[in-house]
Nanobody, 124 residues
Framework: QVQLVESGGGLVQAGGSLRLSCAAS????????MGWFRQAPGKDREFVADIGWSGDTTLYADSVKGRFTISRDNSKNTVYLQMNSLKPEDTAVYYC?????????????????WGQGTHVTVSS
């Protein structure tokens, strides 16, 4: 059974930082691309960042480029999202997702497994 478990969310002031983690089990982690998506209240889920199976390829939404960094540790079956210079508009539930193709993608429908999400709140 595949499980993706996010952690690291919380409340932070604008300008602050958080590091999200997603621990994966039940899959061959080093063959999957891993992505982060978010959903703010009343809005659709949106792409944040993705990293290919080897870690060599990354994609970012324009809204987070230069502030967020995605990385992975295949020895720990874990993907990370370092979020710096946080803004109130970054407030959302952040979801981790796994794509069996192994190639980085910004399209949610290409992902096979999803975590339950972790809440991030940025106060102004």
């Amino acid at each position: 059974q595949v499980q993706l478990v996010e952690s690291g969310g919380g409340l932070v002031q604008a300008g602050g930082s958080l590091r999200l983690s997603c621990a994966a089990s039940g899959l061959t982690f080093n063959t999957y691309a891993m992505g982060w998506f978010r959903q703010a209240p009343g809005k659709d889920r949106e792409f944040v960042a993705d990293i290919g199976w080897s870690g060599d390829t990354t994609l970012y939404a324009d809204s987070v480029k230069g502030r967020f960094t995605i990385s992975r540790d295949n020895s720990k079956n874990t993907v990370y999202l370092q979020m710096n210079s946080l803004k109130p508009e970054d407030t959302a539930v952040y979801y981790c997702a796994a794509d069996a193709s192994g190639w980085a993608s910004r399209y949610a429908n290409e992902y096979d497994y999803w975590g339950q999400g972790t809440h991030v709140t940025v106060s102004s």
